[in-house]
């Protein structure tokens, strides 16, 4: 194995210099996880005081006794002496403001007898997520929240079309933005299209805009939110529940690049980048018809799947620090282990949003700036006398089977683990038909 001994004092001046150049930190690491040499951003966030030289890299970014692969994530560096080639994976770094999320990209640099003689290492922190409660940005350090968010550093800077898939109050707003954030076009506008519950004309107006005289009531030109995205960002937000007859206008302007307001004649170019997003199962829409296959396919280039709360359970506390910090600043509330107890059992089928909604009552109920249980909804507290309270009629209350059916859905929904065709094979009935019991529950 090479190590650092075979380089001189000459050697590591000169490597240093090349360091020096690149403008994110860089480190120049032996094969055996030594450090040779390191450029002044890198000594400005992770230098301790101590010289860097002959440390191992593991002990300075991470903290670690052992490599990272020994401490349950991925190593680049060993990745890349593995593959001989350059390799990028997201990680959590140390630094003098805490935990932050780095894309490390390593090149292998090879001797004269094509041996790999050290890799370089550059890191990029990244600005739209922290892994710290008091930052305005998405937080998280779950295996899950990283893998989304290394995808979400993976596509940001193309022009590649992203479609963001996960349920109702997962962040994909927020996951829309951190794209545009990190793109070319982040110094233009970022535009959201709330798709649900547009009619056909009201559809057109305001995506499209409008000429004076359109249709009656239109006194004015109006500009459609497609010229309000020039240059930036188009994000469309529940795309799944566009109705057929839409859709082909909507394809047709992500296809041609051009769109006609309403009442006009001339075509107008459009320019942005597309993200959309959508708590629904396109491909079972696709498959019922329900759903254009060519649009599925036009804006769904590169998918991401956004975790459910249930899915990040390690961010819990993480998410409750950075919602109470957010919701009452001029406070210091925090929960107690009970009640904390109470919300890790909590399957949270509303997701943040549902939890950012049961702290806001919580600080409300609270009469010191400790939360407790009771301060907690009792489906929250106490969920099996909830659940038995929901399914149980009132005295003399006779409930249409319709309605036991559907609060037995939304309580077995919330809590199976599996997939949904498992859980269609366990309620006794097809994919398609779960797939519309589910689609009536969220419209309710």
Same mark, same amino acid.
């Given at each position: 194995?090479?190590?650092?001994?075979?380089?001189?004092?000459?050697?590591?001046?000169?490597i240093?210099a090349?360091?020096?150049?690149?403008?994110?930190?860089?480190?120049?690491?032996?094969?055996?996880?030594?450090?040779?040499?390191?450029?002044?951003?890198?000594?400005?966030?992770?230098?301790?005081?101590?010289?860097?030289?002959?440390?191992?890299?593991?002990?300075?970014?991470h903290?670690?006794?052992?490599?990272?692969?020994?401490?349950?994530?991925?190593?680049?560096?060993?990745?890349?002496?593995?593959?001989?080639?350059?390799?990028?994976?997201?990680?959590?770094?140390?630094? $003098?403001?805490?935990?932050?999320?780095?894309?490390?990209?390593?090149?292998?640099?090879?001797?004269?007898?094509?041996?790999?003689?050290?890799? @370089?290492?550059?890191?990029? #922190?990244?600005?739209?997520?922290?892994?710290?409660?008091?930052?305005?940005?998405?937080v998280?350090?779950?295996?899950?929240?990283?893998?989304?968010?290394e995808?979400?550093?993976?596509?940001?800077?193309?022009?590649?079309?992203?479609?963001l898939?996960?349920?109702s109050?997962?962040?994909?707003?927020?996951?829309?933005?951190?794209?545009?954030?990190?793109?070319?076009?982040?110094?233009?506008?970022?535009?959201?299209?709330?798709?649900?519950?547009?009619?056909?004309?009201?559809?057109?107006?305001?995506?499209?805009?409008?000429?004076?005289?359109?249709f009656?009531?239109?006194?004015?030109?109006?500009?459609? *939110?497609?010229?309000?995205?020039?240059?930036?960002?188009?994000?469309?937000?529940?795309?799944?529940?566009?109705?057929?007859?839409?859709?082909?206008?909507?394809?047709?302007?992500?296809?041609?690049?051009?769109?006609?307001?309403?009442?006009?004649?001339?075509?107008?170019?459009?320019?942005?980048?597309?993200?959309t997003?959508?708590?629904?199962?396109?491909?079972?829409?696709?498959?019922?018809? !329900?759903?254009?296959?060519?649009?599925?396919?036009? @804006?769904?280039?590169?998918?991401?799947?956004? $975790?459910a709360?249930?899915?990040?359970s390690?961010?819990l506390?993480?998410?409750?620090?950075?919602?109470?910090?957010?919701?009452?600043?001029?406070?210091?509330?925090?929960?107690?282990?009970?009640?904390?107890?109470?919300? #890790?059992?909590?399957?949270?089928?509303?997701n943040?949003?549902?939890?950012?909604?049961?702290?806001?009552?919580?600080?409300?109920?609270?009469?010191?700036?400790?939360i407790?249980?009771?301060?907690?909804p009792?489906?929250?507290?106490?969920?099996?006398?909830?659940?038995?309270?929901? #399914?149980?009629?009132?005295?003399?209350?006779?409930?249409?089977?319709?309605?036991?059916?559907?609060?037995?859905?939304? &309580?077995?929904? !919330?809590?199976?683990?599996?997939?949904?065709?498992?859980?269609?094979?366990?309620?006794?009935?097809?994919?398609?038909?779960?797939?519309?019991? *589910? &689609?009536?529950?969220?419209?309710?």
């Amino acid at each position: 194995m090479t190590t650092f001994i075979r380089f001189g004092e000459r050697a590591q001046t000169e490597i240093t210099a090349v360091l020096d150049v690149i403008g994110a930190p860089a480190v120049a690491i032996t094969p055996d996880y030594r450090i040779l040499a390191a450029n002044q951003a890198y000594r400005d966030i992770y230098g301790d005081g101590s010289p860097l030289h002959d440390r191992r890299c593991y002990e300075v970014s991470h903290h670690y006794a052992v490599p990272c692969d020994r401490a349950g994530e991925s190593c680049p560096l060993a990745d890349c002496l593995r593959s001989g080639r350059r390799q990028r994976v997201l990680h959590l770094h140390h630094t $003098p403001r805490g935990e932050e999320h780095v894309d490390v990209e390593t090149h292998p640099i090879r001797d004269e007898q094509g041996e790999i003689s050290y890799v @370089i290492e550059i890191m990029r #922190q990244m600005k739209t997520a922290s892994s710290r409660a008091d930052a305005y940005s998405m937080v998280g350090r779950s295996r899950a929240f990283t893998r989304m968010l290394e995808l979400v550093n993976r596509v940001a800077p193309a022009e590649t079309a992203v479609l963001l898939q996960g349920d109702s109050g997962t962040g994909k707003e927020l996951v829309a933005r951190a794209i545009h954030d990190n793109s070319p076009r982040s110094d233009k506008p970022f535009v959201v299209v709330e798709c649900s519950g547009l009619s056909e004309s009201l559809f057109e107006s305001e995506l499209f805009g409008h000429e004076r005289g359109a249709f009656t009531g239109a006194h004015a030109r109006k500009i459609g *939110l497609v010229e309000a995205a020039e240059g930036g960002t188009l994000f469309l937000d529940e795309i799944g529940d566009v109705p057929l007859g839409l859709q082909v206008k909507l394809l047709r302007l992500l296809e041609t690049g051009t769109y006609r307001p309403v009442g006009g004649t001339d075509p107008k170019q459009a320019d942005f980048r597309l993200v959309t997003a959508t708590h629904r199962d396109l491909r079972v829409m696709v498959a019922e018809g !329900s759903f254009r296959r060519d649009l599925f396919y036009r @804006i769904s280039a590169f998918p991401i799947a956004l $975790p459910a709360l249930r899915e990040r359970s390690d961010d819990l506390p993480l998410l409750i620090a950075s919602l109470l910090s957010r919701l009452a600043p001029e406070h210091t509330y925090r929960v107690a282990p009970a009640a904390l107890a109470c919300l #890790q059992s909590y399957a949270f089928p509303g997701n943040i949003r549902e939890l950012r909604n049961i702290l806001e009552r919580a600080i409300l109920l609270a009469d010191d700036e400790v939360i407790l249980p009771e301060h907690l909804p009792a489906e929250v507290s106490d969920p099996e006398t909830a659940a038995v309270d929901r #399914q149980r009629p009132y005295p003399g209350e006779i409930l249409p089977l319709e309605e036991i059916e559907r609060r037995y859905l939304a &309580q077995v929904a !919330s809590k199976f683990q599996g997939d949904r065709d498992s859980l269609a094979d366990k309620l006794g009935i097809s994919k398609r038909t779960l797939f519309r019991k *589910l &689609q009536n529950l969220r419209a309710r």
